[in-house]
Nanobody
Framework: QVQLVESGGGLVQAGGSLRLSCAASGRASSSRGTGWFRQAPGKEREFVAAISWSGSSTVYANSVKGRFTISRDNAGNTVYLQMNSLKPEDAAVYFC???????????????WGQGTQVTVSS
């Protein structure tokens, strides 16, 4: 069974940085990439960034473009989200998932994990 585990969240001041990791135990055969999503209190889950299996193509939500960078390791089993210039509105639980469709929109595939909490203080 394919599983994803998010880590790297924490408390950071506005303007600071965090790097999230998404470790996969396997790969869904129908997956075309990996994406990051987030859910803030009282809001629905939203797309953040996506990366293709090769790592050559990336897609970002407008709200994080220029501040966040998604990447994957050489083995392809870990995807990262480097978050710079964090804002209070970035505070949320961040989730990763394989993608059935890559691009805008990116369609998640499979179930969701527990995510990792990102808290941004003013």
């Amino acid at each position: 069974q394919v599983q994803l585990v998010e880590s790297g969240g924490g408390l950071v001041q506005a303007g600071g940085s965090l790097r999230l990791s998404c470790a996969a135990s396997g790969r869904a055969s129908s997956s075309r990439g990996t994406g990051w999503f987030r859910q803030a209190p009282g809001k629905e889950r939203e797309f953040v960034a996506a990366i293709s299996w090769s790592g050559s193509s990336t897609v970002y939500a407008n709200s994080v473009k220029g501040r966040f960078t998604i990447s994957r390791d050489n083995a392809g089993n870990t995807v990262y989200l480097q978050m710079n210039s964090l804002k209070p509105e970035d505070a949320a639980v961040y989730f990763c998932n394989f993608l059935l469709a890559y691009g805008n929109p990116s369609i998640p595939l499979g179930s969701w994990g527990q995510g990792t909490q990102v808290t941004v203080s003013s």
